[in-house]
Every structure is written in C-alpha cells, then in structure tokens.
Nanobody, 115 residues
Framework: QVHVVESGGGLVQFGGSLTLSCAASGARFSIYGVGWYRQRPGKQRELVAGISSGGNINYADSAKGRFTISRDNGKNTVYLQMNRLKPEDTAVYYC?????????WGQGTQVTVSS
C-alpha cells in the first residue's frame, strides 16, 4: 500500500520561505512522477510544480522564479522550496505520485502567508 505524507507547512510572513517535503512509502518511488498541487480558499486545486521520473521539471507561472522542486529517490522524498512567499500562496499544498495506472495523494499541508 502506497502512503504519501506531506510536511513542512506553517505560518510565514510575506517574503519568507518554506520547504515542503513529500515522503512516500510502499512504492517504487523512482518510477513515479511527482506533483505539488495547491488548493486556495474557494479555488480549484492547481498544479504548482512537477518533476518526472526522469527529472524533467515544470512550474506554474505563479511559481516560476520563486519555487524549486527537487527529488531524492534515495530518500523517497520530493521537496518544494518556496521563496518570496506572498499572501496569495496561502493554500493547502498536496503531493501526488503518478504513474501510468495509479495516482496517490497525500493529506495535504497548510501554508499560510501573512501580509
């Protein structure tokens, strides 16, 4: 059974930084693409950044230049370094592991940016 756990959220001031971690167990982690998504209050869930099994990376326009996604297959973990945070980054951040036939989600971690 695959288990995905996000951590690292919290309260941060405008312009601050946070690093989110997504740890997975029960899966052959290296074969999965991993995405960080967020759901802001009253909004649909949206992709923030993704990293493929081969290391290809993509970012939402809102994340470019501020967020960095990386993965450590040895630790079964993907990170999202978030810099220059803004109040509009306030959201629940979710991690998703995706392969051809399966997608697994974590429970989310709250990020709140105060102005």
């Amino acid at each position: 059974q695959v288990h995905v756990v996000e951590s690292g959220g919290g309260l941060v001031q405008f312009g601050g930084s946070l690093t989110l971690s997504c740890a997975a167990s029960g899966a052959r982690f290296s074969i999965y693409g991993v995405g960080w998504y967020r759901q802001r209050p009253g909004k649909q869930r949206e992709l923030v950044a993704g990293i493929s099994s081969g290391g290809n990376i993509n970012y939402a326009d809102s994340a470019k230049g501020r967020f960095t996604i990386s993965r450590d297959n040895g630790k079964n973990t993907v990170y999202l370094q978030m810099n220059r945070l803004k109040p509009e980054d306030t959201a629940v951040y979710y991690c998703s592991l995706a392969a051809v036939l399966n997608t697994y989600w974590g429970q989310g971690t709250q990020v709140t940016v105060s102005s």
